[in-house]
């Protein structure tokens, strides 16, 4: 029977309690085992360790799938998170990144080269998970979602063979990859970008009493998914006193301050813009910095009880569905809670939705619903604010949502996540993975029987 290799923990052992858990505090499963990769050859490992024990397996690189279908009772957990070399090379401007690595140390590594890639804000976010969905962050509009820069990928099939996928080997794979959604053809034990140069970024924050809530949403819609392409900007409600619209450009103040001039109509009640270096954004944004103000950083921890679900907009919505908003922030459960539209448009618009598995392209934002608690009386409301929310917007969204914002309580989710791409999305599964090892609870199902290719 093959060995397994690298760092393992047994359920029981030293270190066990602090391995199995996710980012999300409200799961907590008791997987068999978990064995931290230090090496290809250590996922191969425990690809067929697992094959030939019948053990089922979950893969995990950053912790932070919101449903926490990284994990499982009773299965091993092939984790890569040790594996987290970046190395950048000076003469193509790519980056090959092992799938452990962390975006922050990844917007470090390549600042220190005055290049970066676009990807999402949140520090500790794997770059694997993000990239496998899509990859939104503040640079989307300007260079795409983070799938569009990759260039190629290195995977271990169920069968423990390493592959490659680009555009000319397993084309049909690079396809996948790029918007499929991680843990479904095999475990990606190193991806290949295309770096784009950076230097200085303006970002900023504006502040409305929440008496101009239907006006700043009025205006953001109109304005936001359409602006300049090096502008993203993130509309940000929550039950409290203010409304405020956080944002990055890449350019300088004096040329933002014409971009925002229609939001500066409606007269914010606080304003503050900054030009500093992109890795100081990073931080600002990330909230790693105490000198920052709080309401630039996204929610970030080691652990938090949370859930989130997502929706996509294609025309600005009417009074209808500004009342809806305006209502459900008035009925939350606590402060901790928020409504967030994402702006898309730009450069995640210019590629066509088949063009790779991720298919939301034309649509104007995301709109993320997020509850937050600490104590376990108060989860049923929270969970529930979020659910019947997204329930009450239906009539005002595309019925897509991000497939990096799972969510376990949507029934379609097949369409949901992946829209017309869903079928062609199974076929390469069949081709990759026919025997289904590689599943959970939203996972692209194989049909019965095959061979497959790899």
Not at 5 to 10: D, E, N, S
Not at 111 to 123: F, H, K, L, N
Not at 282 to 291: I, R, S
Not at 426 to 438: A, L, M
Request: glycine share 8%; charged share 20%; net charge neutral.
């Amino acid at each position: 029977m093959a060995e397994l290799t690298g760092k393992v923990i047994y359920a029981g052992e030293a270190g066990y309690e602090d391995a199995r858990l996710n980012f999300n505090a409200r799961f907590a499963a008791s997987p068999l085992l978990i064995v931290f990769c230090q090496s290809v050859q250590d996922v191969v490992n425990a690809v067929n360790w697992a094959q030939m024990s019948g053990v089922p397996v979950r893969v995990r690189s950053g912790r932070h799938s919101y449903e926490a279908f990284s994990v499982a009772d009773d299965a091993l957990i092939i984790d890569l998170n040790d594996m987290e070399q970046i190395r950048f090379d000076r003469t193509t401007g790519q980056a090959t990144i092992q799938a452990g690595a962390e975006l922050v140390a990844i917007y470090e590594t390549l600042a220190a080269e005055g290049v970066t890639i676009p990807g999402g804000s949140c520090a500790t976010v794997g770059i694997t998970g993000l990239t496998l969905g899509g990859g939104y962050g503040l640079l989307a509009r300007w260079k795409g979602l983070t799938c569009d820069s990759l260039q190629a990928v290195e995977m271990v099939t169920a069968k423990g063979k390493l592959i490659v996928a680009d555009a000319t080997q397993n084309a049909d794979l690079f396809w996948a990859l790029r918007g499929g959604g991680g843990g479904n053809f095999g475990i990606v034990t190193a991806l290949k970008f295309q770096t784009h140069a950076i230097d200085k970024v303006t970002i900023y924050q504006l502040k409305w009493d929440a008496t101009e809530i239907e006006r700043v949403i009025q205006q953001w819609q109109a304005f936001a998914p359409d602006s300049d392409d090096r502008h993203t900007s993130i509309l940000k409600l929550t039950p409290g006193n203010s409304v405020y619209i956080v944002g990055q450009f890449v350019g300088t103040e004096a040329e933002l301050r014409t971009v925002l001039a229609p939001l500066f109509a409606i007269a914010p009640k606080e304003a503050e813009i900054e030009t500093l270096p992109y890795l100081e954004a990073v931080y600002a944004f990330a909230g790693l910095k105490p000198d920052y103000p709080k309401r630039l950083a996204h929610w970030h921890g080691s652990q938090t009880k949370f859930k989130n679900a997502s929706d996509y907009v294609v025309r600005p919505l009417n009074a209808e569905g500004i009342a809806t908003v305006v209502k459900f922030l008035k009925q939350a459960p606590s402060r901790n809670v928020v409504l967030q539209f994402d702006s898309y448009g730009g450069e995640i618009a210019k590629i066509p939705p088949d063009a790779t598995a991720f298919c939301h392209r034309q649509v104007k934002w995301n709109i993320q619903y997020q509850a937050y608690w600490t104590k376990p009386q108060e989860q049923a409301a929270h969970i529930n604010w979020v659910q019947n929310f997204r329930s009450a917007m239906q009539p005002y969204v595309t019925g897509g949502c991000y497939v990096n914002y799972c969510d376990r309580s949507i029934k379609n989710w097949q369409t949901a996540y992946y829209g017309s791409n869903w079928q062609r999305l199974k076929r390469v599964k069949q081709q990759y993975d026919p025997g289904n090892f590689f599943s959970f609870e939203q996972s692209i199902p194989a049909n019965t029987g095959g061979r497959g290719l790899a």
